[in-house]
């Protein structure tokens, strides 16, 4: 007989069916058994007599009958509440040892330590699987928004040969003879193929060497990046952004409502427009809010973040705010210099919820321009020489943005740690499992 | 004015619109020029008196009136060939350095290493960009595909902690004060996860510190990964992937019916079905074809691969080969044995006109014999500890595949030399650019 799927039972009362996934919970009342089987496609009770003992995430097969629950015994939490499964037969595919905790509960009450030494088991839990079919849906709706706009997707390489901007947190390869870096961005790739493409977004790994363990940093993390040319404006930039964002979330609305209801989440919410703050007029709304001088700070700190979002909610009823033209020589050399004041670049970060989802901007294009920018910036023009070429032979003016999937994850669901939205995170302890165990 | 893109004048003849592009190809007949015009959508003619010089691929903004062609100057093999662009203004938006060599050809007539090394310029060439254009479709079809056998996408890593069998191919890195290494695959990650989602695909990149330089090694390169639970056979394996294959295929044929006539190429043929052979039964067919008896060997080499596909396509009709049950102790210790003789095992590389396309097949997930495997196979359980954790809880029977993005665009436009199908390939001699400039 072929496997049904457990969804498929619902409205098939007195079908024989074979069910095949994990045991998720079972009840033992003497002879008569519950089981709860956990597949792809949901759960479902299922009752049987004398059976044999099947331990708990063991993976089983049961054949049965598909019947009516009494009105009274209807589960209205699950889809298939209405029925369960009268066990004429169960086979044990693989068994399961026993579990060093309980797997059962609504929530998995476990520290994050716990979750992650045990991310192969803990991962079964319908709350840690939601968070990455999440994911799986933002990742996927941003490619498909940005090939609806004639965007097309490239392979952002991982190993690079110099890191033109220095920096202690880069991971060193060796490679055969040479010393090689992991990439941190693919941002130099994505800009000099906006000469050859005109559009193009990649989903790729980025690696920071970062040298301490918080909530939000991961060394190999997921990024979702897209550049495009022939703007006209910044601001075509911030158009774009937003627009993915939007899509991101019709798309997760739409396909994720089981799962942003399991972590009782809503979509944050954007007004008619994302507002835009530029860097000191953001400093001037937290020193008139909260008293705090920041008016001679070259960058936000994560508490003015966190105040202007509150702002942005409270003011502007958005909680994604765009915060623009930071300071020129505090960004990398390819961003764009604001013409009117050219110590403030075109360099935009999308604030949601209290932090950082994504940074971009428009970059340089003029070559010429960009030489004097790699000298002021003290870099060396061999490290960068294929980024050069592109613009040696012509690239219109242009723009990007880059959102970690993980922090996007993290802030639509709620969650504390940046690793609960990295089915393998990686941090300076950690690399799957803990370092020092 | 708002910009109109290039494939969008056709049928506008009389309007006035603005275009901006790349200068493809000038042809300067004195007074009058004639600029064949490039953007993301296509490529038109523009003709003008008294223009100011511009250098070929300088990005350029031109502001004319569209206009029939005389009958006799149509040109039927570009999509807007029946009108031409009377140009009323020209601007120079980034100009072009003189270029190291002619771009204007319908074949970019330069070598490997020149091709490479002007990477960020030779790609502008339509047949350069065919071949990305082509990779983005074949890359898509594969995740559709597989989104509509309801597979879930994951993020694989790319730093692990371990290299559990060893071998002098893989890349280290400096992880803090740990030893860290590039994952030549993912398929512990994959294979884990289906003790999770049951069905998972991911689109990674994967290294290998590949010690020769070939025309079909990379050091980096960009998998497509598959793995799925509650198998009945290995069967379903080599099923999943031909319906994958063949959704590729078609994808392909659709959307690049244009990339596919520059590079005058055809989809690999398929019969009703990819014959498959047993290793055995593949080397008996070569020693009664060819005389040569490699009924002996463990595996075939180059040449038996060729002449595999020589007798699939002659006695078969099909491009496509699968060959089955290589010799269980030269494959990893994951591999499902055959029951029927365990020296063989359900190990299928999937050969597409001459060359391996991708390999996969069934692996154990009975806990208790992969830990006998890992003891035979030499291994440290420690260091394939997250992998034996999901085994240990229940995993279904499994098997999947993994196919190389850029062999699969390779074979379908006939490139020479895998690099051409990498948008920036690395081997030993060279990442971006030749280290031994």
Redesign the interface.
């Known amino acids: 007989m072929e496997?049904s799927l457990i969804a498929d039972t619902v409205g098939k009362v007195g079908q024989k069916v074979r069910l095949?996934g994990?045991a998720n919970t079972i009840r033992d009342h003497g002879k008569i058994t519950f089981i709860d089987l956990r597949?792809?496609?949901g759960i479902i009770q299922c009752v049987g007599e004398s059976l044999k003992r099947v331990s708990p995430?063991?993976?089983i097969e049961i054949m049965g009958t598909i019947s009516e629950r009494p009105e009274k015994l209807i589960n209205p939490k699950i889809a298939t509440g209405s029925v369960e499964i009268q066990i004429e037969s169960l086979k044990v595919?693989?068994?399961?040892?026993e579990?060093p905790f309980d797997m059962g509960g609504e929530d998995l009450n476990v520290d994050l330590p716990t979750l992650l030494d045990?991310?192969?088991?803990t991962?079964?839990h319908k709350k840690q699987?939601a968070i990455?079919?999440v994911?799986?849906v933002i990742?996927?709706a941003f490619?498909q928004a940005l090939?609806k706009k004639?965007f097309?997707?490239?392979?952002a390489?991982?190993?690079?040969?110099s890191v033109p901007e220095g920096g202690a947190e880069v991971?060193?390869?060796?490679?055969?003879d040479?010393e090689?870096y992991?990439s941190q961005s693919p941002q130099l790739?994505k800009s000099?193929?906006v000469?050859?493409?005109?559009?193009v977004f990649s989903?790729?790994?980025i690696?920071r060497?970062e040298?301490s363990v918080t909530t939000r940093h991961l060394?190999?993390a997921?990024s979702l990046d897209a550049e495009f040319g022939?703007i006209d404006s910044w601001k075509d930039v911030l158009d774009m952004e937003e627009y993915v964002i939007r899509f991101i979330f019709s798309e997760v609305e739409k396909k994720c409502s089981d799962e942003l209801a399991l972590f009782d989440a809503t979509l944050p919410k954007i007004s008619d427009k994302i507002p835009v703050l530029k860097l000191k007029e953001a400093q001037k709304i937290i020193y008139k809010r909260t008293g705090r001088d920041v008016r001679a700070e070259k960058d936000l700190a994560p508490e003015d973040e966190r105040e202007i979002c509150k702002w942005s909610l409270e003011e502007k009823g958005s909680d994604l705010v765009y915060i623009s033209h930071f300071v020129t020589k505090k960004k990398p050399f390819y961003v764009s210099p604001d013409p009117e004041d050219p110590s403030y670049a075109f360099s935009v970060d999308l604030l949601g919820r209290g932090v950082e989802w994504s940074s971009g901007g428009q970059r340089l294009?003029?070559?010429k321009v960009i030489l004097e920018h790699v000298k002021e910036w003290g870099l060396k023009e061999k490290d960068i020489?294929?980024?050069l070429?592109?613009?040696?032979?012509?690239?219109?003016?242009l723009g990007g943005f880059a959102l970690g999937?993980e922090r996007v994850t993290m802030h639509i669901l709620g969650l504390k740690n940046v690793r609960e939205a990295s089915?393998?995170p990686?941090d300076?302890e950690r690399?799957?499992?803990r370092?020092s165990r």
């Open positions: 496997r095949e994990w597949d792809r496609s995430e063991s993976v595919l693989s068994p399961a040892a579990l045990y991310r192969a088991l991962l079964r699987q990455f079919k994911q799986a990742i996927d490619r090939l004639d097309i997707e490239f392979q390489p991982s190993i690079i040969s991971f060193k390869v060796k490679y055969f040479h090689a992991l790739y000099l193929l000469g050859i493409f005109e559009r989903v790729n790994q690696f060497a040298p060394t190999e997921t022939f294009n003029d070559y020489e294929l980024y070429q592109s613009f040696k032979f012509g690239v219109p003016p999937a089915l393998f990686r300076m690399v799957d499992l370092f």
